[in-house]
């Protein structure tokens, strides 16, 4: 298993960045399609925001698209 502070932390900062605009959609979903495995409530978040993702690929993304990006990301540190 990985360790779940470096996890929060990871996705705070991704969060914050996306959030800004200094991160690109497509490097959030390779990001979260790379995480690994995780217990608990964490790891069903993670599960779920990688699934986000991989149905959710098509561009241009609109502005509902991308406040439940934002969501699905907030979902993994706020567990």
Do not use: Q
């Amino acid at each position: 298993m990985n360790s779940i502070p470096d996890l929060v932390a990871s996705a705070k900062t991704v969060h914050a960045r996306y959030s800004a605009g200094r991160m690109e959609r497509e490097t959030v979903r390779e990001w979260i399609g790379r995480l690994g495995a995780y217990d608990g409530l964490t790891g069903e978040r993670v599960r779920e925001a990688a699934e986000w993702f991989r149905a959710n690929k098509s561009e241009p993304v609109s502005e509902e698209i991308s406040r439940t990006d934002l969501e699905r990301i907030a979902a993994i540190f706020s567990t």
